[in-house]
């Protein structure tokens, strides 16, 4: 009862409203969620990116000691000093001390990261370093030896506890960490086609290369741009080598994501620590085998970007709440003032007066102005046939107009477009402007033409449009090539129909791939018939599945009735063929008839 009591232009003008409410709302919810998942996946990729280069950086350098190491290794000179020193003399071994450093220095220039530089015997450590605890009984000079002359990294470690000198715990806790890469020297070198050894009677040092814990903290320190980010450096068994917690240097936890990414060497992962959601970013180095790893919670990303994103939503949710309003109004007058008019000649005509008519706006062709004209021209006709047959006519003319009554404005749809459009020029989102503008020169096409057939140049026009937007969802996937045939254009073909094979190709031949589709798209008369050949080198598919595809009972309702379509234009000698290998690709084939009589 109440809404009998509203004026039909309140209520259409709501009814408009409400229909341009919900797709706002879903479309609002849609572009704040996808936007939060892009921007996601991009900080993803962006901070893996940063892990990946800040762990080439790395092995670079690391890389740069272990050969300076190596050939050191293979100096002649130092072999020739070991080989002629007297262990037991004093005053041979510290000046034997001063050949080594020099001949060390010579090695290692240009590899300052590095703490200092060591050869560890039995009876003396050469080399200047602050570095001066008991090497020879500590882990380092073991593992060096049980590698039997291969270079080795250890992980980080307490000089205080690797060295088993109290006087170390007198020291800064961020100044005991060490990390090291050690190597037996065994006692051969090569220069100028000419080798030699040590003695077998002589000790065979062990070189000890040693770098502050900070090493790492100073590589990915500034490197990752987002706040509450952590970094942390495992070692292969997933003991950590470096963290921004002191504390937890040396410790192996026991999470099992850590096991997971010590698997997979390196990627991205999503995973619970604390009750907390955290992004992972970690990738291995080919020089260590150690793993680098950047974490950040997930709630720090949101924070950053969901209240831009948010504004973003609120606002062109807001802008288009007040154009659908203002368009629902302007809609609703429009459709409401020649429906008054039609109201009072209809009164009049039920009182009688069939000479009554509606004054029209000549310069007006939209479908009230052909309501109106075809009630003019109804009272005309009514008012010649009254005494004929005017009830039958009568109701033939109610029903025409109110046919006519419900047609609707084709210029909405494009309107809305175009203010869309707009709206992402100024907000300068280029590429979608350009799927706004595709998108209404397809709907344009498939709205003002209801034939059956269409021209050639028209339907690759919109082909183009539909390929355009298609390639902005799936971008980088795929690419198009055209070799169409002149003498094609000369010929009208059955609209839309290369639209369902091109979607079949991307949806289904590229569904696995992300990069490197291509579809080709030929055009070609033989034998007295105009071909389209339409190739993929998608996944393929077995050759009686290809055959079903046109069966009556297929489920791939797109190719079915543009075969159909195709028959019943030219008849059962044409329509598809499917050829299609596994792994290799599809190729559909379009045979169409030449008419005698071109376009």
């Known amino acids: 009862m109440i809404l009998r009591k509203v004026r039909f232009r309140t209520r259409l003008a709501a009814t408009y409203f409400l229909m341009a409410l919900l797709p706002i709302v879903a479309l609002t ?12 996946a991009l900080t993803r990729e962006h901070v893996l990116e940063i892990v990946r280069k800040t762990n080439a950086q790395s092995d670079l350098k690391l890389e740069r000691a272990r050969e300076s190491s190596m050939k050191l290794a293979t100096s002649k000179a130092l072999h020739e000093l070991f080989a002629n020193l007297d262990p037991t003399s004093e005053l041979a071994v510290i000046r034997a001390d001063r050949e080594v450093q020099k001949i060390m220095g010579m090695y290692f220039v240009g590899t300052e990261d590095i703490f200092s530089h060591q050869l560890v015997t039995s009876y003396f450590m050469f080399g200047n370093s602050p570095l001066q605890g008991n090497a020879y009984r500590s882990k380092l000079y073991h593992t060096a030896i049980q590698e039997n002359g ?25 100044e005991r960490y060490y990390f090291a890469a050690v190597m037996q020297l065994k006692g051969i070198y090569l220069e100028n086609g000419v080798s030699g050894a040590f003695p077998p009677h002589i000790e065979k040092p062990v070189l ?24 942390m450096v ?14 937890r240097l040396g410790t192996k936890p026991d999470d099992p994501w850590i096991h997971d990414i010590l698997r997979q060497k390196s990627g991205t992962a999503n995973v619970a620590i604390d009750g907390k959601d955290f992004i992972v970013c970690f990738d291995t180095s080919a020089v260590t085998g150690w793993t680098s790893v950047v974490m950040f919670p997930v709630e720090a990303l949101v924070a950053d970007i969901a209240p831009t994103i948010r ?22 007058g429009q459709v409401a003032r020649p429906l008054k008019k039609l109201i009072a000649a209809i009164r009049k005509v039920g009182d009688g007066d069939f000479e009554s008519r509606i004054d029209l706006n000549p310069e007006n062709n939209d479908e009230f102005s052909v309501v109106l004209a075809k009630f003019n021209d109804m009272n005309e006709k009514v008012n010649a046939l009254i005494e004929e047959n005017y009830k039958a006519k009568l109701r033939e003319q109610e029903a025409e107009i109110m046919a006519l009554n419900v047609q609707l404005n084709p210029h909405f749809l494009y309107n809305t477009l175009n203010i869309m459009n707009w709206l992402a020029i100024d907000r300068d989102q280029k590429e979608l402007s350009k799927m706004l503008v595709s998108l209404s020169n397809m709907l344009h096409y498939t709205t003002h033409n209801h034939q059956d057939t269409g021209d050639l140049r028209e339907e690759l026009e919109w082909l183009r449009h539909y390929l355009f937007i298609m390639g902005e969802r799936f971008k980088g996937k795929f690419r198009v090539e055209f070799e169409i045939d002149e003498a094609l254009y000369r010929y009208r073909v059955p609209r839309l129909f290369l639209q369902p094979i091109i979607e079949n190709a991307i949806l289904h031949g590229f569904g696995a791939i992300t990069e490197g589709g291509v579809i080709h798209i030929s055009g070609q008369i033989r034998d007295g018939e105009r071909w389209f050949i339409i190739r993929d080198n998608g996944r393929g598919m077995p050759e009686h599945v290809a055959r079903a595809l046109l069966e009556a009972d297929s489920e791939h309702v797109g190719l079915k009735n543009v075969h159909k379509r195709i028959q019943f234009l030219y008849g059962k000698d044409y329509g598809l063929q499917v050829k299609s ?9 379009v045979r169409l008839p030449c008419p005698e009589s071109a376009k």
């Open 29 to 40: 919810a849609i572009f704040y969620y996808t936007s939060l998942y892009h921007v996601s």
């Open 150 to 174: 291969s270079f080795e990294w250890i992980p980080t470690y307490d000089i205080a506890d690797m060295y088993n000198d109290k006087a170390y715990r007198e020291i800064a806790e961020e």
């Open 208 to 231: 000890v290369v040693s770098y502050k814990a900070d090493y790492f903290h100073r590589l990915f320190a500034d490197s990752v741009p987002i706040e509450n980010a952590s970094y």
């Open 234 to 247: 495992l070692d292969g068994s997933g003991q950590i080598v470096s963290h921004q917690d002191i504390s």
């Open 311 to 332: 504004n973003s939503a609120y606002t062109m949710a807001v802008v288009m709440f007040a154009l659908s309003l203002l368009l629902a109004f302007i809609l609703s």
């Open 581 to 589: 290998t596994p792994a290799a690709g599809t190729e559909v084939i």
